[in-house]
């Protein structure tokens, strides 16, 4: 009876060995580091993790998620998302009816270019026939003289078109040589508390400002890499001056100091450790230059967007 006992003691300790054994190796299995492949083209890498605390918008799921797909031996470079390249031949302005009414500086580098006036928050509405031109020699223009094609409030409600109320537009007349202008509203009643939005485009012209970020969707701790240049149809135009800034979806504006590169562009590196925006949508960059081409004054403003995404796992 007594060895009965001690065969089926030794019989339990070498099962338990066993188990013990075969359970260090699961672990060990377990424990092992993924080996992920190298980074391919267009493949976005985590470099740094967000906390909780730096985005508004978090996924608060914790379920274990599995996926696959086959893939070739080969990739496609040309298949990687390439970025948007933002492109522009006109520029904007925000000002007040007070500037409005003393005249506001507009510079045009080709005939026919188009002015579009937006009030703002409420604004009184402004007809275009209303307006004046003034060139630098003293020159006064109204009417024809000034403006063709003009269209009011009520014809871009007519016509459909997304702008907002109050919208009004006019294009500058062929008579009038492209260069320097003053606008004026003459008969708008200044309160010093209505704002517009004045756009200038210049549908005619060949000078062109483009802009493009090394990427269109970016990971938190990543840098945005962003060029500009100015240039016509023939040749890259020299900058005189230029600033920007980058809009969250919320309205929040960031400073960005671009610098002038070695091929004369400018370009401006920024990385991006923001908190997430609390409103979903994309980011933009964007660029206001100015120029000179044959004496005359050139001013384009461009803007590109792009996606930002806060990780929180890899």
Known sequence: MLIKTMSIKKALQKN????????????????????LSVPQPGDLTTKQLGSTAATALQNTNREVVH?????????DQKAASKPYVGESRGYWMQVSDVELSKGVDIFTSAPGSVVKITPQAGSAAIDPVDMELRDSRGGIFRGSEAMDLVVGDAQMRASGTPFPRGTSAFRVSAKRTPGHYTLHAASLKSTGKQRYHIHVQETNSDVVLQMQANADTYLYGQAIDAHSSLKNSQQALPIDKVKGYMLSPDGAVLPMNFKRSKKGTFAVSLPLTQQAAAAPGLWEVHTEVEGRVNGVK??????????????QAR
């Open 67 to 75: 996926f696959s797909w086959a893939v070739s031996g080969k990739i």
């Open 298 to 311: 050139v001013l384009r403003h461009v803007k590109t967007a792009f996606n930002y995404v806060i990780p």
């Open 16 to 35: 338990f060995l066993f188990l013990t054994v075969g359970l260090t190796a699961s672990v060990s299995v377990l424990a092992a580091p993924m080996q």
